[in-house]
């Protein structure tokens, strides 16, 4: 009895650590120390996208700008890029096949939870120096107290020079953060519930203490800013045109005694979209038109010019066919009914401190492999994009024959609760979608947890998809 049982659950959800070889075993741990480096580094999605591009180019790609601007055509093998303002990026290795016929596609999205800096953020307290935010996709705020936090993002002036920031990574830069009560005198804030017991406008960050020597009024903002001008060269009014954003400071780290697991910030998504990008990094010259997306906004629901809703990817699609020279309404709209989308964003991990969101048999769990979700959504799979029974099965034929370790989960138990992704905007092309992705515990927290072995699956279920879908 007890045997059958144990073939059955394998059948279903093994666990990939158990198939490993030795040098296996060493390639997930290599491939896990470059991921970890990745996102320690990358912490926005202008991070991000400069980053990727960085990797691409030294992998072969080119700017896709270049060949619009001098009407150089493209052909099977070549690689190209295209960034929406700095934010979001699509990469593309021109296959064998005309492009009407469709194309691979991965998807995922760069931009993570956090706090953004304010328009008008500086202020001077009880001689502090404070920093407004305004906190970027669901967080629960009582997690960003007491916790060193770097700030990341650019200033534009007037004249439009950019001015980098990036305070707060380096072991002797300083740190910032928002401080929380002290527990002799938090009665009152303890009665509150979780949604209240932090607000949104008292994440207030403190930015220092000393005053400017010889000001009486707002001494310690005057100093800010002197500081700032000193520094970087901006006013107070420069902030009214920065994408300024507070995130916790420091690396990712192992995690765990045996080291078989990531804490990071961001991983969701960066562990999809860096898995992503490194599978098409690696492709050649493939039969269909390989493609990977990385968005922003997902995470305030894929809107914006950078989001997954904007017409920037068709757009750039319609581009790619005029440089291949097969240009029309009717084949842009082929081309992209024609494909097939992996949408990655992170699922859920069973997590045994919280058992009773989930229902076992369809929960994600950590070493179980990359996840594939048939549907996300909430209330009767409201907002989801349903992945077709039949398209299920093309994706379980190609993990199976790529030996990628797979499982299958929602987003914890009916009725609990839901999110949504990117997969149902891609679908309104009418193209297969299914939404898959690495299985992540404390999900939207300042620190996420992962397993190597699911990144590392990962990558090999969207090199195998670019391969043979
Ligand atoms: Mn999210
Ligand atoms: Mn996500």
Known sequence: MADKKDKKEKKIRECAWEKYSDAELKKVFDFAEGYRKFISDNKTERENNDESIREAEAAGFKNLETYIENGKKLKAGDKVYLTNMGKALALFVVGKEPLKKGMNILGAHIDSPRLDVKQVPLYEDTELAMLDTHYYGGIKKYQWVTLPLAIHGVIVKKDGTSVSINIGEKDDDPVFGITDLLPHL??????????????????????????????????????????????????????????????????????????????????????????????????????????????????????????????????????????????????????????????????????????????????????????????????????????????????????????????????????????GTIAYIAANYDMEVIDSGVAVMSMHAPWEITSKADIYEAYKCYKAFLKDA
């Open 186 to 419: 938090a009665a009152d804030q303890m009665k509150k519930t979780g949604a209240t017991v932090v607000e949104g406008e008292d994440l207030n960050i403190m930015l220092g203490s000393m005053p400017l020597k010889g000001e009486e009024k707002e001494a310690v903002k005057k100093n800010m800013l002197a500081i700032l001008k000193d520094k970087y060269d901006v006013v107070e009014e420069d902030f009214m045109s920065a994408d300024l954003e507070v995130v916790p400071a420091g690396p990712a780290r192992d995690y765990g005694l045996d080291r078989s697991m990531i804490m990071g910030y961001g991983q969701d998504d960066s562990v999809c979209a860096y898995t992503s990008l490194r599978a098409i990094l690696d492709e050649t010259t493939p039969a269909k038109t390989c493609a990977c997306l990385l968005v922003d906004k997902e995470e305030i629901g894929s809107v914006g010019a950078t989001g997954m809703h904007s017409r920037f990817f068709e757009n750039t699609v319609a581009e790619l066919m005029n440089c291949m020279g097969e240009y029309n309404d009717l084949d842009l709209r082929r081309a992209l009914k024609n494909s097939r989308m992996i949408s990655s964003d992170v699922s859920a991990a069973y997590d045994p401190n919280y058992p009773s969101v989930n229902e076992k048999n369809n929960s994600a769990y950590f070493g179980k492999g990359i996840v594939f979700n048939k549907y996300t959504g909430a209330r009767g799979k409201s907002g989801s994009n349903e992945a077709t029974a039949e398209y299920v099965a093309l994706i379980r034929k190609i993990m199976d024959d790529n030996k990628v370790t797979f499982q299958t989960s929602e987003l914890g138990k009916v009725d609990q609760g839901g999110g």
